[in-house]
């Protein structure tokens, strides 16, 4: 990162990632209920495929299927959620702040 405190030039800047952890979060819930219809399908290929192994098969790849849609349902929306939240910090809510005169400001967008 190569900004700098808009009022004493300091290149020495905290950033505050208040809403970045909260993007994540939502994004995961948010990610993870997408993963959810992810989730149905896998679980139907999971079945087509466990069908060959017998009745057995097909519960273990309902399951498995479900449980591989939702993760990577919430673990898509995490990133994105973080990425939002990154620049709502850094651009909006001015969460930069110079650690040597202890100014706070936005990034220019
Ligand atoms: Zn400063």
């Known amino acids: 990162m190569s900004f700098q ?4 030039n300091s290149r020495n800047i905290a950033y505050l990632r208040t809403v970045m952890k909260v993007g994540a979060t939502v994004g995961a819930v948010g990610g993870a209920a997408r993963g959810a219809s992810t989730a ?4 139907q290929i999971g079945a087509t495929v466990g069908a ?13 299927g479900a449980i591989l849609g939702g993760l990577v349902g919430g673990v898509g ?6 990425q939002l939240g990154e620049r709502l910090d850094r651009h909006v809510l001015a969460n ?10 936005n990034l220019p967008t």
């Open 77 to 82: 929306g995490c990133a994105l959620g973080a």
């Open 40 to 43: 149905f399908a896998g679980s």
């Open 96 to 105: 930069n702040l110079c650690l040597v005169c202890g100014h706070r400001f």
């Open 5 to 8: 405190c808009p009022r004493c």
């Open 52 to 64: 060959l192994a017998g009745p057995l098969g097909i519960t273990i790849g309902r399951v498995s």
